[in-house]
């Protein structure tokens, strides 16, 4: 069974920086392109970034610029650098593969920014 756990979130002030860190269960991560999502309060989730098995890296227009995926393969890891944070960044994030995510997800990590 996939597992997939999400970690480094925090209160942070708008302008702020955070990285996330997503460990994984097993090969997953060299084996798939992996993305973190996001859902905030009322809307639906998300896909934020991704990144391929070969590196490539794609972004959300409103996150381009600020954010940046990267993975570890060695580790399973998968990492999301976020800088230049708004307060319409507040969501809990999540990682999960990309662009079709697995059937099960983490318990993602909270993330708010203050104004």
């Known amino acids: 069974q996939v597992q997939l756990v999400e970690s480094g979130g925090g209160l942070v002030q708008a302008g702020g920086s955070l990285r996330l860190s997503c460990a994984a269960s097993g090969s997953i991560v060299r084996r798939n392109a992996m993305g973190w999502y996001r859902q905030a309060p009322g809307r639906q989730r998300e896909l934020v970034a991704a990144?391929?098995?070969?590196?490539?890296?794609n972004y959300a227009d409103f996150v381009k610029g600020r954010f940046t995926i990267s993975r570890d393969n060695a580790k399973n890891t998968v990492y999301l650098q976020m800088n230049s944070l708004k307060p319409e960044d507040t969501a809990v994030y999540y990682c999960?593969?990309?662009?079709?995510?697995?059937?099960?997800w983490g318990q993602g990590t909270q993330v708010t920014v203050s104004s």
């Open positions: 990144i391929t098995s070969g590196g490539n890296t």
């Open positions: 999960n593969a990309a662009p079709r995510a697995f059937g099960s």
